[in-house]
């Protein structure tokens, strides 16, 4: 039979207690280390996603290879994991609101730039029926930079999610001679940038651009043809001019002071069109 004086049971509590935080501490140390800088370090998996804001065309063949991400000055290279897709079937606010195109673990840190990096051959556009290759300019193997209203930061055993907007409409150019060139314009759409506009225009003929703006910074996309429905994602918070540019025929017409959250989705109802 054991016997413990009051003095013995606290040594032992004590004791139990510090080797409880030991180990606590330990664990502590190997989830998330530290550099000389005293800042956590560790991997973050990272899936990176495209979506499109849609231009006047059947379909947009891509044909990505990888996608870089530069950290600290170093480049880590996403190979692609979806074969050639047709990006105007991916758009924010519908049924299928992206497309996964890369993922892979890379250190956690600060992304200074992101590239889009495509294949030379296999992009293809499709205008009134017709399909036809679309070429790029020369020099482009180090693929193109995406914009980024800020770094994003890659937290230390999470997984982020990068959504690049292709917007189509200014990533094709006509060369004149009915061919077309692809010359990608992309934006990144972080976690920080998540508000939204959305609503609908109408009469349907009027198939308007809609065009959200914020000082020389402008998001565009199409209303749908056939709803006439419209949203635009990845949008920071603060105050925005809704532009619709119809066909000929139709007026043009500015929404202002439209006001975004983010998270939040503003909604701008049903916009009828003057002729």
């Not at 005293?38 to 231009?55: F, L, N, Q, Y």
């Not at 673990?105 to 889009?116: C, F, N, Q």
């Not at 999610?161 to 292709?166: H, Q, R």
């Not at 109408?202 to 910074?217: F, K, N, Q, R, Y």
Request: proline share 4%; charged share 15%; glycine share 10%.
């Amino acid at each position: 039979m054991l016997i413990f004086t009051k003095s013995k049971i606290m040594r032992k509590r004590i004791m139990y207690s510090g080797v409880a935080l030991f180990f606590m501490g330990l664990a502590i140390l190997i989830g998330c280390k530290k550099d000389n800088n005293g800042s956590a370090s560790g991997t973050t998996k990272v899936e990176i996603r495209m979506t499109d804001a849609p231009g006047d065309f059947d379909e947009i063949n891509l044909s990505v290879k990888e996608i870089v991400l530069l950290s600290e000055g170093k480049p880590y290279r996403f190979a692609a994991t979806s074969s050639i897709f047709n990006i105007l079937d991916f758009r924010i606010g519908s049924s299928n609101p992206d497309i996964l195109v890369a993922s892979g673990e890379m250190p956690s840190g600060e992304i200074t730039e992101v590239r889009l990096v495509l294949n030379d051959s296999g992009n293809t556009i499709v205008v009134a029926g017709v399909s036809q290759a679309l070429t790029t300019p020369s020099g482009q193997s180090s693929g193109w930079k995406v914009k980024l209203k800020a770094n994003p930061s890659l937290v230390p055993e999470v997984t982020y999610s990068l959504l690049l907007d292709f917007d189509a409409a200014k990533s094709i150019v006509s060369t004149g001679n009915g061919k077309y060139l692809l010359k990608p314009v992309v934006r990144g759409i972080t976690a920080a940038t998540s508000g939204l506009i959305s609503g609908t225009v109408l009469p349907l003929l009027s198939h308007p651009e809609v065009l959200v703006i914020a000082g020389t910074d402008t998001v565009g996309t199409i209303a749908d043809p056939l709803s006439g429905k419209f949203t635009v994602g990845g949008l920071a918070a603060g105050s925005y001019s809704v532009k619709f540019a119809p066909v000929i025929g139709y007026k043009d017409s500015t929404i202002t002071n439209v006001n975004v959250s983010l998270g939040q989705n503003t909604s701008l109802g049903v916009v009828t069109l003057k002729q």
